[in-house]
Nanobody, 126 residues
């Protein structure tokens, strides 16, 4: 059974940093596009960042560009999201997702991803 499990969320003051990790088990993600999405309370899920299977192509949402960095380690079957200079608007549940690189690109919408984690909460206080 394939599982994606997020970790690294927490409560931090504005300006601080967090590093999220998505760990995959049950299948290698080496041929999967992977991404991060977030959902704030009362709002719809939004795209944060995505990375191609070979880490050569990235897509970062304008709202976090320059502050968030996405990376992955196919050898460890993990993906990371480094979040710096966090703002209260970054508060939400962050979920990782994966989809076959044959069908999902870094600009694909969340509906195209087939594997999802349960999410890790991030709260940024002002």
């Amino acid at each position: 059974q394939v599982q994606l499990v997020e970790s690294g969320g927490g409560l931090v003051p504005a300006g601080d940093s967090l590093r999220l990790t998505c760990a995959a088990s049950g299948r290698s993600m080496a041929l999967y596009t992977m991404g991060w999405f977030r959902q704030a309370p009362g709002k719809e899920r939004e795209f944060v960042a995505a990375i191609s299977s070979d880490s050569t192509v990235f897509n970062i949402a304008d709202s976090v560009k320059g502050r968030f960095t996405i990376s992955r380690d196919n050898g460890q079957n993990t993906m990371q999201l480094q979040m710096d200079r966090l703002e209260p608007e970054d508060t939400g549940v962050y979920s990782c997702a994966a989809g076959s690189s044959f069908k999902v690109g870094v600009r694909s919408g969340g509906e195209d991803y087939t594997l999802w984690g349960k999410g890790t909460p991030v709260t940024v206080s002002s």
